[in-house]
Nanobody, 126 residues
Framework: VQLQACGGGLVQAGGSLRLSCAAS????????MGWFRQAPGKAREFVVA????????YYADSVKGRFTISRDNAKNTVYLQMNSLKPEDTAVYYC????????????????????WGQGTLVTVSS
């Protein structure tokens, strides 16, 4: 499975960006998808996840109310709409696919994902 993330860039604080992650080469619609991020000098951290059906979403407290995840299973694509961006959101953002189909648990655990995109850089200036 290949995951191709795009949409990152430079934005001022308070601005918005929309990230996309397109999957190819393997099943998508039956797998939970997640977004993680890694800031310079910090560990990779969970941002948000969406169940295989799209009915359930899980957000890190730091992004609740500002970020929205969605998916289009017909297009094998997951999206991350980021609003009200803050300088502390600056990081490389990675999309990931869960390792088990129909898995509804452990959405924030890095080890529950086995395919990762290459990352897209988001920089928020103050």
């Amino acid at each position: 499975v290949q995951l191709q993330a795009c949409g990152g860039g430079l934005v001022q604080a308070g601005g918005s960006l929309r990230l996309s992650c397109a999957a190819s080469g393997g099943p998508f619609s039956t797998y939970r998808m997640g977004w993680f991020r890694q800031a310079p000098g910090k560990a990779r951290e969970f941002v948000v996840a969406i169940s295989w059906s799209g009915r359930n979403t899980y957000y890190a407290d730091s992004v609740k109310g500002r970020f929205t995840i969605s998916r289009d299973n017909a297009k094998n694509t997951v999206y991350l709409q980021m609003n009200s961006l803050k300088p502390e959101d600056t990081a490389v953002y990675y999309c990931a696919r869960a390792s088990r189909a129909f898995d509804s648990g452990s959405s924030n655990v890095i080890g529950s994902y086995d395919y990762w995109g290459q990352g897209t850089l988001v920089t928020v200036s103050s």
